[in-house]
């Protein structure tokens, strides 16, 4: 080899190593952001490639279809909150109080997260379509739901909690006193003349609402209805 192709050889540029990971993870990423500000039917698979540094052509290698695709964040936005439900500091011995930390947990986690919230949104229009050919449906939306089965088990246990509340009901109670002032923020702003979405009045909410739950739980609320 001369010296003039050694020089050339040096400067080559050394050919970027594929990490199939790493460009699944940016696509899932992109999509997320896709999914959230287009829903399912205005989203497109060139600005998902265009976003990750990819080609849609990798995008449906990886995960086969729009559908597939769509699914798969789905199922990356419930292992999010699973994780993060996982990490969540609860005082297990105090339930009462392990109660009002684990509904400033949802209800923090739906203000910090409103991508969230527009795939739930996009994913209810569709009925669920998604969410049910999911295989991993046990593993990723249940636990959050066994967390606070546990603590009315535990409150139940020190008589400080009523027997006869269900854990799902009441999930969807504490989700629902969350979700739909942030979901509907927009309209209740406009129709109410009030942000609903700001800081000091959502924590002001927050601190309410565990009040309206923490009174419905107690033991000898029942008696009293």
């Known amino acids: ?3 003039h192709s050694a020089v050339v ?3 080559a540029p050394a050919k970027r190593r594929r990490d199939p990971a790493a460009t699944r993870a940016r696509i899932l990423k992109a999509a997320a952001v896709e999914f959230a500000q287009h ?7 060139e600005r998902v490639a265009q976003r990750a540094r990819s080609s849609e052509r990798m995008v449906y290698y990886y ?17 999010s909150l699973r994780d993060a439900e996982r990490a969540v500091r609860i005082d297990a011995d105090d339930p009462p109080k392990a109660l009002e930390q684990f509904c ?27 969410l049910r050919k999911s295989g991993r449906l046990d593993e990723l939306v249940r636990p959050v739901v066994r ?3 546990q603590l009315l088990a535990d409150g139940q246990a020190r008589g400080v909690f009523r027997a006869d509340v269900d854990p799902v009901d009441l999930y969807v109670a504490i989700a629902g006193l969350g979700y739909f002032r942030l979901s509907n923020r927009y309209t209740l702003s406009a129709v109410l003349g009030r942000d609903m979405a700001e800081a000091a009045d959502l924590e002001r909410y927050w601190a309410e609402s565990a009040r309206m739950v ?12």
């Not at 995960?63 to 292992?79: C, I, M, N, P, T």
């Open 1 to 3: 080899m001369s010296g």
């Open 9 to 11: 050889a040096a400067e």
């Open 39 to 45: 829903g399912f039917a205005g989203a497109r698979g």
């Open 63 to 79: 995960f086969g279809s729009k559908e597939g695709l769509f699914r798969a964040v789905l199922e990356v936005a419930y292992a």
């Open 104 to 130: 400033h947990f949802v209800w923090r986690y739906y203000a910090d997260h409103p991508g969230f919230i527009s795939l739930l949104n996009t994913e209810n229009l569709h009925r669920a379509r998604h």
């Open 147 to 149: 967390l606070l089965a």
């Open 214 to 225: 923490g009174g419905y739980v107690r033991a000898g609320v029942a008696d009293r209805l």
